[in-house]
């Protein structure tokens, strides 16, 4: 199974629990046109829905055993889960990353549907995904930055 597998199963799982969620991070770049590598799966959950992913994240087999973190600016609180992938040698990560500020939630409000493998998911905006990799800032977000931009205005 796939960390794309995962991301279809999480979605109906929230989905089923009535979790408000969006597609973030390496796999909305995909899902906005620009694909690349990714190591993990980064969901923006509403704020107090975290405790109603757990059953579906344990259910998946991801596990929580660090504490949750805050960016420094207060914007956003992650959540982290992993499992181990048998055989595989690797370790899955999904980041639940909670909205701590008004700014922060209205990516969840400008979510967008976005049709894949007969489905439709909601997924960050192209706006709120370069708001989002501009803040953070890194060189793998600056050079996301850059590709979202060539990429046009959608």
Known sequence: MSLEHDLFA?????????????VAGGFAMALHGVVRATEDLDLVVAPGHVEAARPALRAHGYVNENEPWTTRDGWWTFHRFWKAVPGEGLVRVVDLMVPGCPDARAVLESAQAIEVGGRSLPVVSRASLRGMKSARGSRKDLSDLEQLDDDGPS
């Open 10 to 22: 999480l979605a109906r799982a929230f989905e089923e629990a009535r979790i408000q969620f969006v």
